[in-house]
Structures are given as C-alpha cells and as structure tokens.
Nanobody
Framework: QVQLVESGGGLVQAGGSLRLACTASGTILSANAMGWYRQFPGKQRELVAA???????NIADSVKGRFTISKDNAKNTVILQMNNLKPEDTAVYYC?????????????WGQGTQVTVSS
C-alpha cells in the first residue's frame, strides 16, 4: 500500500506563486512516475505535470513556461512550482504516483489540495 501526503495549496493573487509538495510512503517501486492532476468543478481530472524516475517530464501546454515539476527519488517527493498563476488555474490539485511492475501498473492518489487564484 502507498500513501500520499500533499501540502502547499492555498489562496494567492494572480501573478503570484505557490509550491505544492507531495511525499509518498509505503512500498515504492523504483520504476515509478509521480505527477499532479487538477480538477475543475464538473470536469474530469486533467494532467498538469508528471515526472518519471529517470527525470523525464511531461507538462501540459496550458501551464508550460509557468509551472515546473521536480522529484527527489530518495525521498519519494514531487514538487510542483507554480509561477505567474492565473485565475483559470483555480482547481483542486491531486498528487499521483504510478508504480510499474512486469505484470501490473498501480496508481495511487492524494486527497487533493485546493488552489485558488484571485484576480
């Protein structure tokens, strides 16, 4: 079993910055990827950014150039640095970890953290 603990959400004015952190604990396989999704009211979750254990990143076009993702493999922690925030970034942000074995893929989710950007 894997647990994810998120921190760093909150209220910020447009143009400001927030840093989201997520730490995974439990049985963490070396082959894994961590990332962040967000969910707007009434919408499905969408990928914000993800990073593999080898450091390859995938960042959504809507946040490219403003958000960066980094990962500390030793601490199983992923950081989403969000700069130049816009009101349309307001959403619940969820951390996720995907663990890959030879026979299965497991995914786990955090409880979500609210990010609110005021205009």
């Amino acid at each position: 079993q894997v647990q994810l603990v998120e921190s760093g959400g909150g209220l910020v004015q447009a143009g400001g910055s927030l840093r989201l952190a997520c730490t995974a604990s439990g049985t963490i396989l070396s082959a894994n990827a961590m990332g962040w999704y967000r969910q707007f009211p009434g919408k499905q979750r969408e990928l914000v950014a993800a990073i593999g254990s080898g450091g390859i990143t995938n960042i959504a076009d809507s946040v490219k150039g403003r958000f960066t993702i980094s990962k500390d493999n030793a601490k199983n922690t992923v950081i989403l640095q969000m700069n130049n925030l816009k009101p349309e970034d307001t959403a619940v942000y969820y951390c996720t970890i995907v663990l890959v074995t030879t026979s299965r893929i497991y995914d786990y989710w955090g409880q979500g953290t609210q990010v609110t950007v005021s205009s």
